[in-house]
């Protein structure tokens, strides 16, 4: 069994039944992406420690850019978080957050003032609309993941799993396999990480405390 997906499903499941091989999808062209804070310019928010008591709105629980990578990456910095409808448990270091349900809500909910700050992926915030983007500032940004991941299961043999892993890493050396590519999501190519098994132990434990 093969499994794709974004890094923070993938590090739910390898933490339960680590998989045996995984290489990196290059999904719509882009092989890594970071998650990014930001927050109005003519906001006096700098760091993250300016929204304590205040509000950040992430898109959705199960979106790794828009949720679990930056909470996470949060989290490990001593910050606490909450539901903005909670106000009980507020400490020094915690920040209410709500789900914005869409990227482009979360914008337009910071630029509006409705919360205090957002997040989402660095490619998200590098393709918004250049006069919005204009009136934002990114305040903390956290360590770059891959985009996509394929990571197959204990069930397949090493023969098997070593002519796929060859097979989708050299389909985009001729037409026929990056038309292939293309029909599925705008893949790029397929290829392997630098240190596979560091990068398993990094995402799995960032994610484990959410």
Same mark, same amino acid.
């Not at 979106?63 to 996470?72: N, R, W």
């Not at 509006?112 to 205090?116: L, S, T």
């Given at each position: 069994m093969y499994y794709i997906d974004s890094p923070y499903p993938i590090a739910r499941i390898n933490g339960n039944s680590p998989f045996k091989n995984c290489i990196r999808r290059w999904k719509k062209g882009v092989k890594e992406y970071k998650s990014v804070v930001f927050a109005k310019k003519d906001q006096n928010i700098n760091s993250i420690d300016d929204l304590v008591g205040k509000t950040i709105a992430f898109e959705e629980e199960f979106?790794? #850019?828009?949720?679990?990578?930056?909470? *996470?990456s949060? =989290?490990?910095? #001593?910050?606490?978080? /909450?539901r903005t409808e909670n106000s009980t448990g507020i400490t020094a270091k915690t920040i209410k957050y709500a789900f914005s349900e869409d990227d482009e809500n979360t914008a337009v909910w910071v630029l509006? #003032? =409705? %919360? *205090?700050a957002g997040t989402f992926s660095? +490619?998200?915030?590098d393709k918004m609309n250049l006069g919005e983007k204009s009136k934002l500032k990114i305040v903390y940004s956290t360590i770059a993941v891959p985009r996509? !991941? %394929?990571?197959? +299961? =204990? *069930? %397949?043999?090493? *023969?098997?799993n070593k002519m !796929?892993?060859? %097979?989708?890493?050299? !389909?985009h050396k001729d037409a026929k396999g990056q038309d292939v590519l293309q029909k599925f999501g705008k893949t790029s190519k397929f290829d392997q990480f630098e240190d596979e098994k560091a990068l398993m132990v990094t /995402? +799995?434990?960032l994610f484990k405390n959410i």
């Open positions: 979106s790794t #850019g828009s949720y679990a990578l930056p909470i *996470a949060l =989290k490990n910095l #001593g910050y606490q978080f /909450i509006k #003032g =409705k %919360v *205090a660095s +490619t998200n915030f996509h !991941m %394929v990571c197959s +299961t =204990k *069930a %397949v043999s090493s *023969a098997d !796929m892993m060859s %097979v989708l890493q050299n !389909m /995402i +799995t434990d």
